[in-house]
């Protein structure tokens, strides 16, 4: 019995000295646990007579007891210790002044694109999506690109493996043939987003571009429409001053066809033309096939190069800087 007190003693003190949850942890196995002086007292008490065994059951009854009380005590005061060490650590001073952060911006693409859809949403137009892997018979035949022609060569287009006749879209004009097949006139969409070709990259190459392609289809839509638009357009990005001309050109899903030039006036008097999109009538051959009468029906359509007007807006001399993703670069604009 004089064990038992003396062993009670040490645990007390030992679990009064504890200065962490840990170090308590440790004092419970030590006194407690399965190989504890506790658990040997236990085990003999087979060796003892019954006097002496209620005895000694009466008084390990009594130490657990006592070191469950001081356990549970010192348990509940190392725990709000933690609690305030952990709060003090992390404490805010709520009146120091925030990290300044320089402020992220769009990148140049996103920028000229989201200006020059908000000239066209602002005559009207409404903007149309479609996916970039495409059905051969949104991306040619719709558009009157004949079997034969030299665009649906492998050498120009990408085609998806392990599909029959998909590709990586060439244009945005897909987009057209799909909004012409499921929605009558008067039609007025803008078609923004991601083109691929078969193009070696260089300085003004990319395999990997962007457009924004528009169509109007109405009674009695003229070149005139076509010429009124682009000129509001040119005037809206460049400059109220600009002007436009038109060359004749050809496109398969246009007729007649027209490259369109926008004039600048450069440093010391120099001035002259530059080419920023491709445009025409819709071919009637076009409205046929996507199910709208040639007879009642014309349309114009247009397609522009966001590149294009991003470096000719900012004086950019080499498309891959577009695409290089070189912070110095980008925080220019």
Not at 56 to 81: S, V
Not at 130 to 136: D, I, K, L, M, Y
């Amino acid at each position: 019995m004089s064990d038992l007190e003396a062993l009670q003693h040490e645990a007390l003190t030992a679990v009064d000295a504890a200065d962490s949850l840990d170090e308590l942890d440790r004092v419970r196995v030590r006194f407690t646990g399965k190989r504890s002086q506790l658990a040997v007292l236990q085990k003999g008490m087979r060796e003892l007579s019954p006097e002496e065994r209620r005895a000694r059951g009466q008084a390990l009854n009594a130490f657990r007891d006592a070191f469950q009380a001081a356990y549970d005590t010192r348990y509940q005061q190392l725990q709000a210790e933690a609690l305030r060490s952990r709060l003090e650590a992390e404490r805010l001073d709520l009146t120091l002044p925030p990290r300044r952060l320089p402020p992220g911006r769009p990148h140049l693409l996103t920028q000229v694109e989201q200006e020059m859809l908000e000239v066209f949403i602002g005559m009207g137009y409404r903007v149309a999506e479609g996916p970039e892997a495409e059905a051969g018979s949104y991306n040619f035949d719709l558009l009157n690109i004949e079997p034969d022609h030299p665009a649906r060569q492998e050498m120009d287009t990408i085609y998806v493996d392990g599909f029959d006749d998909v590709v990586l879209r060439t244009h945005t004009s897909p987009v057209q043939a799909r909004v012409m097949t499921t929605s009558p006139p008067p039609i007025a969409v803008v078609c923004p987003g991601w083109t691929f070709r078969a193009d070696a990259v260089d300085a003004t190459h990319s395999p990997v571009f962007s457009q924004v392609e528009g169509l109007y289809v109405d009674e009695q839509v003229t070149m005139a429409d076509l010429r009124g638009t682009l000129l509001a357009f040119a005037r809206a990005m460049f400059g109220h001053d600009r002007d436009i001309r038109l060359r004749p050109s050809f496109f398969p899903f246009t007729e007649p066809s027209a490259e369109v030039d926008v004039s600048f006036h450069g440093p010391g008097g120099n001035h002259g033309w530059l080419e920023i999109l491709g445009a025409g009538m819709v071919d009637p051959n076009v409205l046929d096939a996507c199910g709208i009468d040639p007879e009642r029906y014309s349309g114009f359509a247009f397609g522009i190069g966001i590149e294009r007007v991003a470096m000719l807006r900012h004086d950019v001399g080499d498309i891959r800087e577009l695409f290089e993703a070189d912070a110095r670069f980008l925080a220019r604009f």
